[in-house]
Structure formats: C-alpha cells, structure tokens
Nanobody
Framework: QVHLVESGGGLVQPGGSLRLSCAAS????????MGWYRQAPGKQRELVAA???????NYADSVKGRFTISRDNAKNTVYLQMNSLKPEDTAVYYC?????????????????WGQGTQVTVSS
C-alpha cells in the first residue's frame, strides 16, 4: 500500500554536495515524522537527521552544520541536502517515514523504509 522511493545518491569528492530525495506514494492518510538513516559496511545503522510533521528537526552531531533535512508535505517527499561531504559520510542512506494509511486512519504509526541509496565520498 505504501512505497518509499529514494534517489540522489552517487559518487562525490570530499567537500562536495549531494541532495537526496525520498518520495512516498500509495494509500497514504497522513505522514508523521520522516528521517534519514545511514549504514556503513560493518557498522550499525544510525540516525542522520529527522524532521517532525510541524518542521522541527534534529541531527546527528557528526552532520550538524553540514546537512539539512527538509520536507514538502504536499508532495509526500523528504530531502537531505548534504554539503561539505567527508569520506566518513560514505554509507547506504535509508529514508524512513511514520505513516498511517487510509485504511488505518486511527491506528498506530507504522514505520516504512526506502530501499536505500549509496553515497560514496572519495577522491
């Protein structure tokens, strides 16, 4: 019923920029918080940035001042603008969203995940 599609990953040089997008589609009634996670090989998946329905945000300490999360509620889309990228940012980035479907309007928010997009920062 709900599908999250990510795009924007790729190879970029240190100090460069990249913009990730994640669009949710399907029988969506409402979207609560949205966020971006990342996972490097051999490491635990970690929260990068999150944004609440009202626009409040929080970031991992490692990306503060460099990354900006935003959302377009009309398009059911969340973005992650990544600037001043470092090799340490290399990972698979996953979109996450807490969503209620039309069929379960008053139910528990269910977490949906995107398929992941590779971000590689290298010279």
């Amino acid at each position: 019923q709900v599908h999250l599609v990510e795009s924007g990953g790729g190879l970029v040089q240190p100090g460069g920029s990249l913009r990730l997008s994640c669009a949710a589609s399907g029988s969506i009634f409402s979207i609560n918080a949205m966020g971006w996670y990342r996972q490097a090989p051999g490491k635990q998946r970690e929260l990068v940035a999150a944004i609440a329905s009202g626009g409040g945000t929080n970031y991992a300490d490692s990306v503060k001042g460099r990354f900006t999360i935003s959302r377009d509620n009309a398009k059911n889309t969340v973005y992650l603008q990544m600037n001043s990228l470092k090799p340490e940012d290399t990972a698979v980035y996953y979109c996450n969203a807490k969503i209620r479907t039309i069929a379960t309007m008053t139910g528990i928010w269910y977490a949906y995940w995107g398929q992941g997009t590779q971000v590689t920062v290298s010279s």
